[in-house]
């Protein structure tokens, strides 16, 4: 059966410790000319600054599950495209951390038998019969977010996603500036 999960509309941090590469090598060339210790605290920073990106990119996951849940809730349906928001969707704004903490993706994950569950309920009808689409799962953020030739596209996570990717570079050029200078 297929479905959309490929197109689900997905807000993505993560962290680049790539820049490291630079200050163990003048630590390399540091502990070469007689300064060993240099490596050691190459590593000690390193770890330090690997720790707060983590929980960096852990904070950026929630403040973009916050902005799009509250875009979503105040801005998106309401008559607009024909969307009719049950609170499915917002609720189903997920973040998932990546195994090594350093990536962070945020996405809807209501599916359209949620939000036919939730307008049945909402109308009285609730049924415990199972609802699905005829074409298996289908994530109805796709649709919200890039619209149907049906329905005008109402974006929620891409906005807010943009508006937050903004704010995020400074403030952690800012944090890694602290963690390995110590000064602001």
């Given at each position: 059966?297929?479905?959309?999960?490929?197109?689900?509309?997905?807000?993505?941090?993560?962290?680049?410790?790539?820049?490291?590469?630079?200050?163990?090598?003048?630590?390399?060339?540091?502990?070469?000319?007689?300064?060993?210790?240099?490596?050691?605290?190459?590593?000690?920073?390193?770890?330090?600054?690997?720790?707060?990106s983590k929980a960096?990119?852990?904070?950026?996951?929630?403040?973009?599950?916050?902005?799009?849940?509250?875009?979503?809730?105040?801005?998106?349906?309401?008559?607009?495209?024909?969307?009719?928001?049950?609170?499915?969707?917002?609720?189903?704004?997920?973040?998932?951390?990546?195994?090594?903490?350093?990536?962070?993706?945020?996405?809807?994950?209501?599916?359209?038998?949620?939000?036919?569950?939730?307008?049945?309920?909402?109308a009285g009808s609730?049924?415990?019969?199972?609802?699905?689409?005829?074409?298996?799962?289908?994530?109805?953020?796709?649709?919200?977010?890039f619209g149907t030739?049906?329905?005008?596209?109402?974006?929620?996570?891409?906005?807010?996603?943009?508006?937050?990717?903004?704010?995020?570079?400074?403030?952690?050029?800012?944090?890694?500036?602290?963690?390995?200078?110590?000064?602001?």
């Amino acid at each position: 059966m297929a479905n959309n999960y490929d197109q689900i509309p997905v807000v993505t941090f993560s962290i680049d410790v790539d820049y490291f590469n630079q200050l163990f090598e003048t630590a390399r060339g540091l502990a070469h000319n007689g300064m060993p210790e240099a490596i050691e605290e190459a590593n000690k920073e390193y770890r330090r600054a690997v720790a707060l990106s983590k929980a960096f990119i852990k904070n950026a996951g929630a403040r973009e599950q916050e902005a799009a849940q509250g875009l979503e809730r105040t801005q998106v349906g309401h008559s607009k495209s024909g969307y009719e928001p049950t609170g499915t969707l917002q609720g189903s704004i997920e973040i998932k951390l990546s195994d090594d903490g350093k990536s962070v993706s945020v996405m809807p994950m209501a599916t359209v038998a949620d939000q036919k569950r939730a307008l049945a309920a909402i109308a009285g009808s609730g049924s415990k019969k199972p609802i699905t689409s005829q074409d298996g799962v289908d994530y109805y953020g796709v649709y919200v977010e890039f619209g149907t030739y049906r329905m005008a596209p109402e974006p929620f996570m891409k906005p807010t996603g943009e508006k937050i990717a903004m704010r995020l570079n400074n403030e952690f050029e800012r944090i890694m500036r602290l963690a390995v200078l110590g000064s602001d």
